[in-house]
C-alpha cells in the first residue's frame, strides 16, 4: 500500500569488539518513496544496509518487511522476500558476461534459465545496458559497473531497493545518469533506500531523509528540513574535529 | 564438423576394447573409464563449485563397502546396490556440506581429508563387520550378469562406459540448469551471490550430494569388478588424490577434463608401473606428487582449458587475414 | 576406570599437546603470513623424524642434539619450497595452492617410502626406558623431554616474534600485506623467513619425538591432520590459539583413546573438528 511503512527497522545494534556500529537504530521504510541515508564516514551506513540483508546478525533489534520478520535472515532469504541490495565496492561477477550476471538475478523468480535470460534482456534493456550485454563484466567502466549491479538487484524483482553509494566516484553527468537510474525504479513500482554521499543526488531525488551518526538516528525529514537542521550540520563538522 | 568428431569417438570408444590385443590393455580402458567416472563427479563439486575435496575415498569406499556387506549378508543383487551405495554415500555427504559450506576457508578440503581418513580407521577397527585390514570379497559367481559378474572384461567395460557417458550428461544438463549456473555464480563472488537470493550452501550441498552418489557408484563397480575391497585403497588419500588429479590434470569445471584427465592419468600409471616393474614402491606416487606440481605450476587451470585457449588463438589468428581490409 | 589412569591419560594428552602445538604453530605462521595452507605440513614432521633417525642410526648422535642440525636444515627445506613451489603460485587460485602443497605431500611421502622402504624404525636411546613415577602415573623422560622442548622452542620463537624487528615485521606482513610494504618490509623475505620457521618447527617436533615414536613414511599423515584441528580450533593464524587448542586436542584424543581404544584417538580429534566447525568456526579466538 503506496506510503504505508514497507520496511520497519526497530532498535537494531551491532558491535564489532570495541566498536559500536549500529545502537538503537529505528526508522520505517514507506512503499513508493525513495529515502536517503546520510551521514558522516563511519555512521553505520553500509553496516545497516547489512544488518537488514542478513549479511550481518543485529545483536538486538528487529526488522519487519511488508508486515513480516526478517530480521536474522540469511541473504538469499532476505533476497527471496523482497529486498535487494548493491555493494559499495561493486561485486560483478567479473569473468562472466553482463548478461549472465543479471540472469543469475533473474533465476531468482524464473528457474528455467531460458525464461531468466529473456527477463534479464528486458532489464538490461531498462539500465540502458543492452549494447554491453556481451561483454565481460569486469571489463566495464565504474559508471556501467553500477548500472550492472541494480540491473542484477532489478532481475530479482524485489519490492525494496537498497543502492549504497550507487554515484561514489562519478563524474558530474555520470551522476546525473545515475540519478535518472534511480528515479526510474520508483517509477517502475518500487522503494529505494540510498545512501550516498553525493549530496546534490540526495537531496534532490529523495522524498525523506535519515541522518545517521555514529550508528544512530539522529534527525529525519524532508531534505530542505535536514539541509538546514542545525544537529545535522553539526554531525559533519563535528566529525572532522572529533578525528582530530 | 563437432557432431561428426563427437560420433567418430564414441564410435571407437565403442568398438575399442575389440581393437585391443589382450585383456590387461582393456583392464587400462576400464579403470580410465571407472577414473573418468570418478573425475567427473568430482568435478561437479571441486570444478563447478570450487569446493576442492581431498577426501573422495569416503564416498567411493562407502558405496564398495555397502555394497560387498550386503551383497555377502543378502545375496542382493549388485545392480540393485549399486543405488544403495551411492544412496550411502550421498546420505554421507548431506551433514558434510552442512557445517562447511556455512564457511568461506579451506575447510571443506581439511574436513574430507579427516572424513576418509576417520573412515577408513572406524572399518579397520570394526572387524568383526568389515573384516578389518584384510578386507571383504565379492563371493565369486563366475559368469552371472545379475550378479554383475562376468568372465569376460568387456561388459565391464561397457557398463563403466555407460557410467562415464551418463556423467558427461549429467555435468552438461547441470552446467545448462540453474544449479550450474548457482555454482558459477557462487564461485565468481559468493556474497554478490547471496544477495541476488542464491542460497550457497544449498547449492553447494546438491552439487555435493550428486557428486557423493556417482562416486559412491562407481565404489560399487569398482568392488564388483575387482572382486575385493581393501579399507587402505578405497578409504585412502592416495585414492582421494588420485581422483582429484584426474579432474585437475584434465581440467576443472569442464565436461570433457576429467575424461582426458583419466586418459593421461591411467596411461601414465600404467606406463610407470611397467617401467618400474614394481620394483620401486612408491616411486610412481613420487611421481604422481611431482606431476601434480608440475601441473599447477605450468597450468593451474588444467590441461582442457590449456588447449581450449590454444585452440582459440589459432581460430582468431585465422579471419585476421581477411579482417586486415577493414 | 579409576581416577589415577585417567590422571595418566589427561597427563600423556598435556604431554603429547606441546608436540602437536609445535606443528600446528608452523602451520598457522605459514597461513598466517603467506596465506597458503601447508598440506605438507605432517610430511616436513617425518622429514624431521627420518633426518633425526639417520643421524642417530649413522653417526650415532642423539636426537635432541641433533636437533641442531635438523632444525637448520629443515629451513633451509622450507626456503625452497616456498621460493620455488610456493612463490610462483601465490595469486593463483586457492586451488593450485592446496594441490601444489597436496603435490608435496605426496611426493615426499613416496619419497621416503621409495628411500627407505615402508618399515618401521625405531631410535633406542639410554634413557629411553627411564620414567618419572608419583602416585600412581607414570611419565617417561622421553615424553617430558618432547613436551619441554616444544615449550621451548615455542616460548623462543614467541620472544622472536615480540622482541626482534625481524619478528615485529613477519608480524606485520601477517597483519597487512600491503601495509607493511609501505613501511619498507620486504615481503618476500618475510614469507621466506615464514615457511622456514614453519617448516623447522615442524621437523623439531619430529625430532622431539622420535625416541618414543615409530618412524615410518606415513607417520605425518596424522600429525598433520590433528595440526590442522589444532589450527581451525585456535582459529587461523593465531599462535596463542594454537597453543590453547593443541591442549584440548592433545586431551581429548587422549581421552578418546582411552575410552574408545588406541585406534580410535583421531577419530577423537575429528570428533573435536566436526564441533569446532558446527560451533566456533572462527575458531577459539573468535575474528582473528
Known amino acids: ?74 541473504p538469499h532469504a532476505v533476497c527471496a522476500r523482497g529486498i535487494c541490495r548493491t555493494f559499495q565496492v561493486a561485486k560483478p561477477f567479473r569473468e562472466l558476461t553482463v548478461l549472465r550476471n543479471v540472469l543469475m538475478g533473474a533465476l531468482l523468480r524464473h528457474p528455467d534459465p531460458v525464461e531468466a535470460g529473456a527477463r534479464a534482456t528486458e532489464v538490461l534493456r531498462a539500465v540502458g545496458l543492452e549494447g554491453r550485454a556481451h561483454m565481460e563484466a569486469g571489463s566495464l567502466t565504474t559508471i556501467d559497473q553500477r548500472r550492472l549491479e ?66 544512530t538516528k539522529i534527525a529525519e525529514g524532508s531534505p530542505a528540513e535536514m539541509a538546514s537542521d542545525p544537529r545535522v550540520i553539526q554531525a559533519y563538522l563535528g566529525a572532522e574535529y572529533r578525528r582530530a | 564438423m563437432r557432431r561428426a568428431a563427437a560420433a567418430g569417438l564414441f564410435l571407437t570408444l565403442i568398438v575399442l576394447p575389440f581393437l585391443l590385443p589382450n585383456p590387461f590393455y582393456v583392464h587400462i580402458v576400464v579403470m580410465m573409464a571407472v577414473f573418468a567416472v570418478l573425475g567427473g563427479a568430482w568435478n561437479l563439486i571441486g570444478g563447478y ?8 575415498a ?109 556423467v558427461v550428461l549429467v555435468t552438461r544438463r547441470m552446467e545448462r540448469a540453474r544449479l550450474g549456473h548457482y555454482l558459477v555464480a557462487i564461485g565468481q563472488n559468493q556474497d554478490a551471490a547471496e544477495a541476488i537470493g542464491i542460497d550457497s550452501v544449498r547449492a553447494k550441498g546438491q552439487a555435493l550430494a550428486l557428486s557423493a552418489f556417482v562416486t559412491g557408484v562407481a ?75 608440475a601441473v599447477i605450476l605450468w597450468q593451474p587451470r588444467g590441461v582442457i582449458p590449456w588447449l581450449a585457449r590454444v585452440f582459440r588463438r589459432a581460430a582468431a589468428r585465422r579471419p585476421a587475414a581477411r579482417g586486415a581490409q577493414t | 576406570m579409576d581416577l589415577t589412569t585417567i590422571v595418566q591419560a589427561l597427563i600423556s594428552g598435556v604431554l603429547m599437546a606441546g608436540i602437536y602445538a609445535l606443528v600446528a604453530i608452523g602451520l598457522t605462521l605459514i597461513f598466517g603470513v603467506v596465506r597458503i595452507v601447508n598440506f605438507a605440513q ?60 597436496v603435490g608435496l605431500s605426496v611426493a615426499l611421502m613416496n619419497a621416503a617410502l621409495f628411500s627407505f622402504t615402508a618399515d618401521f624404525r ?38 622472536f616474534l615480540t622482541r626482534t624487528d625481524v619478528g ?22 618475510m614469507y621466506l623467513l615464514a615457511v622456514g620457521l614453519g617448516t623447522a618447527l615442524a621437523g623439531a617436533a619430529g625430532g622431539l619425538i622420535v625416541p618414543f615414536f615409530y618412524v615410518f613414511p606415513t607417520v605425518g599423515v596424522v600429525f598433520g591432520l590433528v595440526a590442522f584441528v589444532v589450527v581451525i580450533l585456535g582459529t587461523l593464524g593465531s599462535i596463542q590459539g594454537a597453543l590453547l587448542a593443541s591442549l584440548i586436542v592433545g586431551v581429548a584424543e587422549s581421552l578418546g583413546i582411552l575410552f574408545a581404544g588406541a585406534d580410535l584417538g583421531l577419530v577423537m580429534v575429528f570428533a573435536l573438528l566436526v564441533a569446532a566447525l558446527v560451533f566456533k568456526p572462527l575458531g577459539l579466538m573468535g575474528q582473528a
Open chain 2, 219 to 293: 565404489g560399487v563397480f569398482y568392488a564388483q569388478y575387482t572382486y575385493v575391497v581393501h579399507p587402505d585403497s578405497v578409504f585412502g588419500l592416495g585414492m582421494s588424490i588420485q581422483i582429484a588429479l584426474v579432474a585437475i590434470v584434465g581440467g576443472v569445471g569442464t565436461v570433457l577434463g576429467p575424461i582426458l584427465g583419466a586418459a593421461i592419468m591411467e596411461s601414465f600409471v600404467q606406463s610407470t608401473q611397467i617401467a618400474f616393474a614394481g620394483q620401486y614402491p612408491g616411486l610412481e606416487l613420487i611421481v604422481y606428487g611431482g606431476l601434480l606440481m
Open chain 3, 42 to 101: 605432517g610430511e616436513f614432521v617425518m622429514l624431521g623424524m627420518y633426518a633425526t633417525y639417520w643421524l642417530w642410526k649413522l653417526w650415532g648422535i642423539d636426537p635432541y642434539a641433533s636437533l641442531l642440525i635438523t632444525m637448520p636444515l629443515l629451513f633451509c627445506f622450507g626456503v625452497l619450497v616456498q621460493r620455488f613451489l610456493l612463490q610462483p603460485i601465490l595469486h593463483a587460485p586457492d586451488l593450485a595452492q592446496i594441490f601444489m602443497t
Open chain 1, 150 to 215: 541494480v540491473a542484477r538487484a532489478l532481475a530479482t524483482e524485489p519490492r525494496l531497493v537498497l543502492l549504497d553509494e550507487t554515484m561514489a566516484g562519478l563524474t558530474p553527468t555520470e551522476v546525473g545518469e545515475a540519478m535518472r537510474l534511480v528515479a526510474g525504479l520508483r517509477e517502475r513500482g518500487l522503494t529505494v533506500v540510498v545512501v550516498e554521499h553525493v549530496m546534490r543526488a540526495v537531496m534532490s531525488l529523495s522524498d525523506r531523509i535519515v541522518v545517521l551518526d555514529q550508528g
Open chain 3, 122 to 159: 625405531s631410535v633406542k636411546t639410554a634413557y629411553a626406558e627411564r620414567a618419572l613415577h608419583a602416585g600412581g602415573v607414570t611419565v617417561p623422560v622421553t615424553r617430558l623431554f618432547a613436551f619441554v622442548g616444544a615449550l621451548a622452542l615455542a616460548g623462543l620463537l614467541t620472544l
Open chain 2, 58 to 166: 569416503a564416498f567411493f569406499g562407502t558405496g564398495a563397502y555397502v555394497s560387498t556387506l550386503l551383497v555377502n549378508a543378502t545375496g542382493i543383487s549388485p545392480w540393485i546396490t549399486l543405488w544403495l551405495g551411492g544412496a550411502a554415500a550421498l546420505l554421507l555427504s548431506l551433514p558434510v556440506g552442512a557445517i562447511c559450506f556455512r564457511l568461506q576457508g579451506p575447510y571443506f578440503a581439511i574436513a574430507t581429508i579427516g572424513l576418509g581418513e576417520v573412515l577408513r580407521l572406524l572399518v579397520l577397527h570394526f572387524r568383526e563387520v568389515t573384516n578389518g585390514a584384510q578386507g571383504l570379497t565379492v563371493p565369486f559367481k563366475g559368469e552371472a550378469p545379475w550378479q554383475l559378474q562376468f568372465e569376460s572384461k568387456f561388459p565391464y567395460y561397457y557398463i563403466a562406459l555407460a557410467m562415464a557417458a551418463a
Open chain 3, 168 to 189: 615485529k615485521a613477519l608480524r606485520a606482513v601477517a597483519q597487512d600485506r600491503e601495509v607493511s610494504m609501505l613501511l619498507g618490509i620486504n615481503p618476500r623475505r
Open chain 1, 1 to 74: 500500500m503506496k506510503g504505508e511503512a514497507l520496511l520497519q527497522v526497530e532498535g537494531l545494534a551491532k558491535r564489532f569488539g570495541g566498536v559500536q556500529a549500529v545502537a538503537d537504530l529505528s526508522f520505517d521504510v514507506r512503499e513508493g518513496e525513495i529515502l536517503g541515508m546520510i551521514g558522516p564516514n563511519g555512521s553505520g551506513k553500509t553496516t545497516t544496509f547489512n544488518l537488514i540483508t542478513g549479511f550481518f546478525r543485529p545483536d538486538r533489534g528487529r526488522t519487519r518487511f511488508a508486515g513480516s520478520e526478517v530480521t536474522g535472515l540469511p
Open chain 2, 49 to 56: 563449485a570450487g569446493q576442492l575435496s581431498l577426501g573422495h
